[in-house]
């Protein structure tokens, strides 16, 4: 049996960070530019990526964030990359290392019941 099809577009995102990230320098304007994508139901869950060796529930977690990882709606491919190269974090050149950013289309199997 085939799973159903959805009415949506999901994508998601892997942004590893550059060298040296400038991430906190710049996580009050991506803050500030996600909120809006989460509420609007565009930004379904987003978070750190993690090293192996690191847990969430480590003290200092910020510390040792290797990039961004973000499951996005959008109508069409080009329309998330759009959306992710409004992002601080993509425009400031410091934090993404853009060359290595893929946006990658997926199946939610449990996408969120509206």
Known sequence: MSPPALKKNYYLVHAPDLPNAQRGKHTPKHVEYSLPLVKSGHMMAAGGILPQTAHSSDADV???????????????VEQAWERLKGDAFWTSGEVWDREKVTVTPVYVGAPKVE
């Open 62 to 76: 910020a510390d040792k964030i290797l990039g961004t990882f973000l499951l996005v709606q959008a109508d069409t």
